[in-house]
Each structure stands twice: as structure tokens, then as C-alpha cells.
């Protein structure tokens, strides 16, 4: 069962925390303990590597109405593609949890640092982590790595599937009706999510080619 009594602490007497959001399905539960715990904590939602746009604005629109919900404040960070694949082509045919996506955490987290620096923030988290397909010492790594260029500023490597965690996000997704996320967000994950399902017989999921670019 999940501990929804659980009562978080944010570390070493900081006030207030960014939480870096990948979407809705990954960061609810997490929002749902932070709110409970009576912490003070900014969505700042940076995710450039969602494509299509479609699907981008699906996941952020999601979030961006649970946030409301639970009163929390929503920061809409930039959509910039281009930089977020000028970064990461080389790495194109790399296989998920590889040095492609410890890139993408990088674009991801080093932004937001960079954002919580700017807005006087001293501790920054991201629900990234909540994933079983996600790698969580790279995450942590990357968020650690993006934070130590700035003084005063923490990356805090609480691991979000703890105490029930990861069962209160299945739980929310369902009572929440989130839609189901069939790839991990960017054109490759894409593009791998279709070749397993035309080798499951399955239809593959439809974008434009310009996409691909
Ligand atoms: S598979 Fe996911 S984590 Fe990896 S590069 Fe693509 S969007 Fe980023």
C-alpha cells in the first residue's frame, strides 16, 4: 500500500523547491506528497525532447491541469527543439538509458538549474526519476553535475518510487484518467517504439515526416 500519510522534509532547512516535471503521469504522486507535506514547490515543466508538438502540448496540458488542482504553481519553460536535437543526433541510435539520453537529462536539468538559480531558488528535484525505465543514478548524476555551477544551489536525489511511490503513480494515473504514453517523449524513442510494434504486428503511431529533421 502507499504511504500517501508520508510526510517529506526538505533538506538542510530550505524553504521552497523547483521540481522539474516531465509530465503528468510521472510527477503527480510526487506533487500530491509535496502538497500533503505543506511544501512549498514550483513546477517548472522544460522538455524539449517531447515530440511531436501534438504530443508535447498533450503532456503539458495534462500537467498544467493537475497543477491547477492542487494549487501549484506552473512554469511553461521554452520548446526548443532544435537545440535539444543538435545535441543529441549523434547519439541517434543510441538504446534507451544510454549516453543519449544522459544528454537529454543534461539539456533538461542544466536548464533548470540554470532557471532556479536565476529565481533565487536553492533546491531543485525533477520527477524523471519516478520511472522504472529510467535510469535513476544517471538521472541523479546529471542533476548533480547541473547544480554544482551554481553556489547556493542543491540538487536533491530523493528517490521518488520510495514508500510507495511508485504505486501511487499508477494509482493516480488511473483515478486521474492520464492518457497512456506509448514512447518515452523524443523522435528515437519514437522511432524505436514503432519498430517494436511492426515487429509485434501492431500499427505503428503516425507523425510527419518532418518530424525526423
Ligand atoms: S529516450 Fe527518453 S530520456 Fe532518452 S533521449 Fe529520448 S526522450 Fe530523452
Not at 3 to 17: G, S
Not at 35 to 56: A, C
Not at 117 to 146: D, V
Amino acid at each position: 500500500m502507499p504511504d500517501t500519510d508520508f510526510t517529506l522534509t526538505l533538506p538542510n532547512h530550505t524553504q521552497r523547491l523547483l521540481l522539474h516535471s516531465c509530465c503528468a503521469p510521472c510527477s503527480a504522486s510526487i506533487i500530491e506528497r509535496l502538497v500533503n507535506s505543506n511544501i512549498d514547490v514550483t513546477i517548472y515543466f522544460y522538455n524539449p525532447n517531447i515530440q511531436p508538438q501534438k504530443e508535447y502540448l498533450l503532456r503539458k496540458e495534462q500537467n498544467i491541469q493537475f497543477a491547477k488542482k492542487y494549487g501549484v504553481t506552473f512554469i511553461d519553460g521554452d520548446y526548443d527543439t532544435k537545440a535539444w536535437l543538435n545535441r543529441t543526433k549523434a547519439f541517434a541510435d543510441e538504446p534507451e538509458r544510454g549516453q543519449r539520453c544522459k544528454i537529454c537529462f543534461d539539456i533538461r536539468l542544466e536548464q533548470t538549474a540554470r532557471f532556479a538559480h536565476q529565481h533565487h531558488f536553492e533546491l531543485f528535484s525533477s520527477s524523471l526519476g519516478i520511472s522504472r525505465w529510467k535510469n535513476l543514478e544517471q538521472i541523479h548524476a546529471c542533476g548533480q553535475e547541473a547544480a554544482s555551477h551554481y553556489l547556493n544551489l542543491q540538487y536533491w536525489s530523493f528517490n521518488w518510487r520510495k514508500q510507495g511511490g511508485s504505486q501511487r503513480m499508477v494509482e493516480l494515473a488511473k483515478q486521474e484518467h492520464f492518457y497512456q504514453q506509448q514512447y518515452c517523449g523524443c523522435i528515437y524513442s519514437l522511432r524505436d517504439t514503432n519498430r517494436w510494434r511492426l515487429a509485434k504486428g501492431m500499427d505503428v503511431i503516425e507523425i510527419g515526416a518532418d518530424q525526423y529533421q
